[in-house]
């Protein structure tokens, strides 16, 4: 039968490369959610909620489940991360659409930024690719901080934990974000849109993370191609 449940969407692309985290220079299809609950200083992708700078009837579209599949496998990879934008904001549509990806036996990676508790059916998501907003994101701390949802994704054990870190001493802030969350698998991944200023923060913060026992992710896509969309 057909599947007409509608998903809000900025775009869809690939085959391209997953640029961040545990994940990172794997083969994906993008697809990419209209709307976010947060609005970071630095986001890169502000087209798909700042209506201050970007027109929402050039930036988003509606397209059915079926649109959505057929866009997907016209890319033709067996991996789909699903980012935003925060895509949790549309949970019933995307469970939808999840369940005929898992149907063709495709990798699923979601990435949010962990303010609303995943409540979709098990086994869906191969991993949660989580990003907490520190203070550096400009968000006030009860919008940006959940505790009770992150640990509501530690507890899947499907879950990676990538914090945006402009200095070492956002480090901190981190720290105390895992001790209280009881996190496990935590990455940090350099804020910036352009090659030098990911190669210089990753620099200075390297030696600070590989002491705390955490992991370092760069951002391939912008060391490739810098702040261009669609690739």
Same mark, same amino acid.
Request: net charge negative; charged share 25%.
């Given at each position: 039968?057909?599947?007409?449940?509608?998903?809000?969407?900025?775009?869809?692309?690939?085959?391209?490369?997953?640029? #961040?985290?545990?994940?990172?220079?794997?083969?994906? $299809?993008? &697809?990419?959610?209209?709307?976010?609950?947060?609005?970071?200083?630095?986001?890169?992708?502000?087209?798909?909620?700042?209506?201050?700078?970007?027109?929402?009837? *050039?930036?988003?579209? #509606?397209?059915?489940?079926?649109?959505?599949?057929?866009? @997907?496998?016209? !890319?033709?990879? +067996?991996? *789909?991360?699903?980012?935003?934008?925060?895509?949790? &904001?549309?949970?019933?549509?995307? #469970? $939808?659409?999840?369940?005929? !990806?898992?149907?063709?036996?495709?990798? *699923?990676?979601?990435?949010? $930024?962990?303010?609303?508790?995943? $409540?979709?059916? +098990?086994?869906?998501?191969?991993?949660?690719?989580?990003?907490?907003?520190?203070?550096?994101?400009?968000?006030?701390? #009860?919008?940006?901080?959940?505790?009770?949802?992150?640990?509501?994704?530690? %507890?899947?054990?499907?879950?990676?934990?990538?914090?945006?870190?402009?200095?070492? %001493? +956002?480090?901190?802030?981190? +720290?105390?974000?895992?001790?209280?969350?009881? &996190?496990?698998?935590?990455? !940090?991944?350099?804020?910036?849109?352009?090659?030098?200023?990911?190669?210089?923060?990753?620099?200075?913060?390297?030696?600070? *993370?590989?002491?705390?026992?955490?992991?370092?992710?760069?951002? @391939?896509?912008?060391?490739?191609?810098?702040?261009?969309?669609?690739?």
């Amino acid at each position: 039968m057909p599947n007409r449940e509608s998903l809000v969407v900025s775009e869809c692309y690939g085959p391209t490369w997953q640029g #961040e985290g545990p994940s990172l220079g794997r083969r994906t $299809a993008i &697809l990419r959610l209209g709307r976010c609950n947060l609005a970071c200083r630095f986001c890169d992708t502000a087209f798909t909620w700042d209506w201050e700078r970007f027109d929402p009837a *050039v930036e988003l579209h #509606e397209a059915s489940v079926d649109q959505v599949v057929e866009a @997907l496998d016209a !890319i033709a990879v +067996d991996m *789909v991360v699903v980012t935003g934008g925060e895509p949790l &904001l549309q949970q019933r549509p995307l #469970e $939808a659409l999840l369940h005929v !990806i898992k149907g063709r036996g495709w990798r *699923v990676e979601i990435e949010t $930024a962990g303010t609303i508790a995943p $409540a979709m059916a +098990d086994g869906l998501v191969d991993q949660w690719n989580v990003s907490p907003k520190l203070a550096n994101s400009g968000n006030p701390l #009860e919008r940006r901080y959940k505790p009770e949802v992150l640990r509501a994704f530690e %507890a899947t054990g499907r879950a990676a934990f990538k914090f945006v870190a402009c200095v070492p %001493a +956002d480090l901190d802030e981190v +720290d105390g974000l895992v001790d209280e969350c009881g &996190l496990t698998n935590v990455w !940090i991944m350099p804020e910036g849109t352009d090659g030098p200023t990911i190669i210089r923060r990753s620099a200075a913060l390297a030696s600070d *993370v590989l002491e705390r026992g955490w992991n370092l992710s760069t951002r @391939l896509h912008i060391l490739l191609w810098g702040d261009r969309r669609g690739v």
